[in-house]
């Protein structure tokens, strides 16, 4: 087991050879663990075959891998079985095919509720299918700190309620979802519960079951894995009762020129040749990731972050956005400065090594709630130290003389 | 070619060319056609149940020599059997195939099988006349009790 | 520029450290080429970033590399414009986007033209199409000799024609399209035409303005590149008029919740994080692809493929699929042995380092309408030699001998 | 900091501050709301063009300091010009940025916007104005010739 003590820095090639980089986004994309890379480089040195239909023995090894991926996945969601886990491109595909495939059992004037806090790839699918179907589409507001207003809940989980798809931690704010309080409401009313995990991964292994959700989404790049790989996770007995959302090669049972049977899932999720050696390597960071001290890092994760807050509450002017309590958030945090735009922001602190992103991070609607067009964005994770916070809190002290 | 280890013994070839069982059933009480999407095995499987037990079965299989002689060792070996024995047979060929276990007691015949365990991709050629059987006899228990 | 005589296989890691593997199955999934994998680990270790969003350096890097690939792949494919390529994670979902983003221009009654040998992955999703729309959809039959029968086209492209989708060259029969003929028609009526290029980029750059086509599909992995990364190409003025498929992160202009309005194309195609690395991965593969001489490769394929045809048209009773001229065919060679079946064929090959692959090859109307289920096929790419053919043709006369 | 290779330039944060020609034209002949959906900036552009040459312009800029100083460049320079003088700066301009061509003739102001060079992502934000300013002249244009 590793201890924190250990620079995890080190694990991070990219990381490794850039001794002055301040990497401060991690939200929009992790970078890769050395484990991650390793593992795809050596599945497609050693094991490069397609999946599923080989006999040969490179075929095999292939087959048995990605088969492989598809448990360590489940281990590190502590899934009910491997086959309930699809591998997608990414945590938008995920959505999108929930939306499609789980959103064609849907009839015109059923509810999905979604919240504005959703990043837009968990908010623009939902409108699509409100458009294609006249289902209604009904938002959880958020409190004045950026969580979401559960209060309301009565009032919008109605009988004709039939999924609850909202984010496990806001791209933006940070600020935790009380998911059992969620699922306890969707339960009442037969709704069914999808979690946008996508931001709640880089911060450890999760629990499906405990968390008592039906659908999980997630993307291989922001857990310290490549891109171009994803996750949903369905409860097996709902995955077996939906259509295919993308269909082609590898999820049929049988096809005629009349009609097309479906194989069963996970297979009838994933059309085409699979992103074989990069569910690979996802396997290999989570993997990686199930050895680690998470209480550990998550104590050092919040110190961080309450550094960082303290810091910026004592800018004059300086909106910090979501909640102040460190427990209520994960280590992403966003702010406004009146008068300066995130974009001038940002490039003053490139100048220091400092990577930090400006914009409305694709949240507009959260951005339209909290009165505002633009943020800057700061998000920490387990490679992150004081050094990074205290080198972005000197150049923002910088960056207000410098833009003044 | 050490036979022993070879996947495709005489044994294997020798099933499947007696193709035990196969053929249809004049008056069967179940059946099941199954496949393997992945490979194109398909296996037609007819039971007639009587008290529970396999009176007799008919099958049409079409396959690799790995399904066709499964399904002739059924051909040989089912009759007199009820749904328990079979899938205890079923399961035991699966863990023979999977983890090594040993032949399944009662059917000496599917030691035959043992060189395929290197062959994970081939175990569904093996097990679908197997499968295929239980589907049929859970077809003639479910038309049973509805009568 | 390469010459021939420099054997290609040392490029390819799998192949390099594995000398006694004939692989003949680079038509399921070729291996990678080192400049691929390379590409790969070399921009997730030094330009690691998400794209289009950030201001700082790594991210500008990121995008450039991003965009740069883009650019290559036009190249590749000598389209008209970099904007005009989409990336997505395969070919099977750039069949689904058009089947979904063209297949909404669509009504009842319009027809969409394809044909019995298609992969199921440019079958299934016209099929979907037109179970949810009412389109008609109609299919090219196949001469004895596996190629598309055009003499059926002034009967098939009909007035209500609005796309004939089909692939260039047949997975299972290797059977090259006279797609001039085909475009002729389809212009006549209107028609657009897609071409499902998944078999034949591995066979060289192409040109989509001389094809005269509107849409173009391939994969990454099919190509020597990385999995997980697949291209759309469209025409620029086609592309503007089509709406999203998948909806998310990086294709908006703005949300609300009341409405959504979309990125002009490309981005308006690639809904969250694209396959970045992956991306310029595929991008290595095709400039390497670009320093080869094609002339010397296609004859050297074409000596390979005649060598193997002449081989097995020896054997008593088997029976080949696909035109036995070499000039109308890929060096793709699938073929059936009364008696024997493909798995066991390939499982007796395998023992002997020959990775070939048995099965229905995902086209099973194409099977059943040369009266088959399954078949075995053999498929050379550029890096395979007249050992790999001589150790096949050796190896299928012991696996008649040893399974009679 | 060397304030030749500077980004952030006296002149630049001098023309954001001034912001000449914000706000909105009584009689505008054309308008065009642009926005960079990547990055949050977003221009409101008014011109009120007459003989083919703008009489004035009026623009609402929310954005970045370079947005907001190139649109106050364009409030200090645009009148008396027409459209294929600002189409030639515009296009200047963008050669500027992107392969270092020379400062647009006449509007000497836009070397200040030289350090950019290096910035590919920001140079959206010099050129959205001038985008947008060409967007309201055929704006203009059009509802002219339709009248
Ligand atoms: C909360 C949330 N959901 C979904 C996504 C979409 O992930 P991806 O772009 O990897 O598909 C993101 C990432 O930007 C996110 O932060
Ligand atoms: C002709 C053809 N089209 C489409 C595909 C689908 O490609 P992919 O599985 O990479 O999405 C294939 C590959 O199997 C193919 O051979």
Redesign the pocket.
């Known amino acids: 087991m590793n201890t924190m003590d250990t620079p995890l820095r080190d694990g991070f090639p990219l990381l490794a050879a850039s001794p002055d980089l301040h990497y401060l986004d991690s939200a929009a994309t992790s970078q890769i663990h050395r484990s991650a890379l390793d593992a795809v480089a050596r599945h497609e040195t050693t094991c490069r075959a397609?999946v599923s239909r080989g006999t040969y023995r490179l075929a095999e090894a292939a087959d048995r891998a990605y088969e492989q991926a598809r448990q360590t996945v489940a281990r590190f969601l502590n899934a009910g079985a491997a086959g309930e886990v699809i591998f997608t491109s990414g945590a938008t595909a995920s959505l999108n095919l929930v939306a499609h495939a789980f959103g064609n059992t849907l009839k015109a004037g059923d509810r999905v509720l979604i919240s504005v806090a959703e990043h837009h790839s968990n908010f623009v699918p939902w409108q699509m299918l409100r458009d294609r179907t006249g289902i209604e589409l009904a938002l959880i507001p958020v409190t004045d700190a950026g969580q979401l207003d559960l209060a309301r809940l009565p009032e919008l989980i109605t009988g004709n309620c039939r999924l609850v798809a909202v984010t496990q931690c806001s791209n933006v704010t940070g600020a935790w979802t009380d998911v059992a309080t969620l699922v306890e409401a969707a339960r009442k009313v037969g709704a069914k519960v999808l979690l946008d995990g996508a931001q709640a991964v880089q911060h450890g292994p999760q629990d499906v079951r405990a968390l008592g959700i039906d659908f999980y989404a997630f993307s291989g790049h922001k857990c310290f894995g490549p891109g171009g790989v994803g996750v949903l996770w369905g409860r097996e007995e709902l995955l077996a009762k939906l259509s295919p959302f993308h269909t082609?090669?590898?999820m049929i049972g049988e096809v005629t020129p009349q009609a097309t049977t479906w194989a069963p899932p996970p297979q009838r999720f994933e059309?085409?040749?699979?992103p074989i050696a990069q569910a690979v390597g996802l396997a290999a960071a989570l993997e990686w990731m199930m050895t680690l001290d998470w209480q550990q890092i998550h104590a050092r994760e919040s110190r961080l972050c309450e550094l960082l807050v303290d810091g910026l509450l004592r800018i004059p002017a300086l909106r910090l956005l979501g909640p102040e309590s460190s427990a209520a958030r994960a280590p992403i945090v966003s702010f406004d400065i009146p008068g300066l735009h995130p974009h001038d922001i940002c490039q003053v602190l490139d100048a220091r090594n400092l990577a930090l992103r400006g914009g409305h991070h694709c949240a507009q609607p959260l951005m339209a709630a909290l009165g505002i067009d633009v943020c800057t964005r700061a998000s920490i994770a387990l490679y992150n130290d004081e050094t990074d916070i205290l080198a972005l809190l000197d150049g923002l002290s910088f960056a207000l003389r410098e833009l003044a | 070619m050490n036979d022993k280890d070879s996947l495709y013994q005489d044994a294997i070839k020798e099933f499947a060319r007696a193709a035990h069982g196969h053929g249809q059933l004049a008056a069967a009480t179940g059946e099941a056609k199954l496949d393997n999407p992945l490979c194109g095995d398909r296996v037609r499987m007819q039971v007639s149940v009587t008290s529970g037990h396999v009176a007799a079965i008919a099958h049409e299989t079409k396959g690799c020599l790995l399904c066709r002689a499964a399904a002739s060792v059924i051909g040989l070996h089912a009759a007199g059997q009820d749904a328990n024995g079979i899938e205890a047979v079923a399961h035991d060929l699966e863990g023979m195939l999977q983890e090594g276990a040993p032949v399944p007691p009662g059917w000496p015949e599917l030691s035959m099988f043992e060189p395929a365990r290197r062959y994970p991709s081939r175990h569904g050629c093996v097990l679908l006349p197997f499968r295929a059987l239980l589907a049929a006899m859970a077809e003639s228990e479910m038309k049973r009790v509805q009568r």
């Open positions: 397609n082609g090669g590898g059309a085409g040749t699979p």
